[in-house]
């Protein structure tokens, strides 16, 4: 799995089709976070933020591979393990941007609650921060495996059905990248920084749920 992680991270960045997700992801943060604002404010934006490039970068893997090479890949590690792979690329490049935007908005924000008197250490403001990242990223790459091939092949039903699962997932209150980002913005307004664990195991939870069946599909169909 490792090798496969490896050839379609490669190709991931050699097609530098990771473009437009990426900026998406820099114009939505430059959009809604400020320098100086409450650090745990900032950190929920930048992980809301990340959801919807997290489902673009699974497009983008598994669509990135010449129908010739994913054949060939497909007859030689099987269509399931192959499919894995690309979705744990794209998994593995929205942790990134995730990772890089909260380190900007640690560095950047003020570490103090929304009333600007509390203090948050940044320690903890780090580690809620960077669970929210791993939630949305989670739930975002869950939405990019439903919206896309093996189970949706054309763009005209894969990029609508993402835009609006993103929506969808965003702002409903049980979805568990709702709950992590929720859970970071009443810690900035209650002077706290709560870590989004329960948040973080359902994502986990949702994510395992929906690759493992349609990895399945995709070996079926290769």
């Known amino acids: 799995m490792l090798a496969l992680t490896r ?71 099987g269509g399931a393990r192959a499919h894995l792979a690309s979705v744990l690329t794209a998994l593995l490049a929205s942790l990134v941007l995730g990772c890089a935007a909260a380190g900007a908005v640690l560095l950047a924000g003020d570490a103090h609650a929304q009333d600007r008197a509390t203090e948050i250490p940044l320690p903890q403001a780090a580690g809620a921060g960077l669970l929210a990242v791993l939630a949305c990223a989670l739930v975002g790459t869950a939405i990019g495996v439903v919206a896309n091939r093996p189970l949706l092949r054309s763009p005209a039903w894969s990029v609508p059905v993402t835009a609006l699962a993103a929506v969808v997932l965003l702002a409903a209150g049980a979805s568990p990248a709702n709950a992590a980002v929720s859970s970071l ?8 920084a709560p870590w989004p664990l329960w948040p973080c195991a359902a994502a986990l939870l949702v994510a395992a749920a929906v690759v493992a069946p349609v990895c399945l599909a995709a070996r079926r169909r290769g």
């Open 7 to 77: 050839y379609q991270s490669a190709l991931l960045l050699r097609s530098h089709r990771w473009l437009p997700p990426l900026l998406l992801y820099a114009v939505l943060l430059g959009v809604g976070v400020r320098a100086g604002e409450p650090v745990l404010d900032g950190l929920g934006f930048a992980a809301a933020a990340l959801l919807p490039s997290a489902a673009w970068l699974v497009r983008v893997c598994v669509t990135v591979e010449p129908p010739a090479a994913r054949d060939c890949v497909t007859a030689a590690a």
């Open 185 to 192: 913005v009443a810690g900035s307004r209650d002077g706290q």
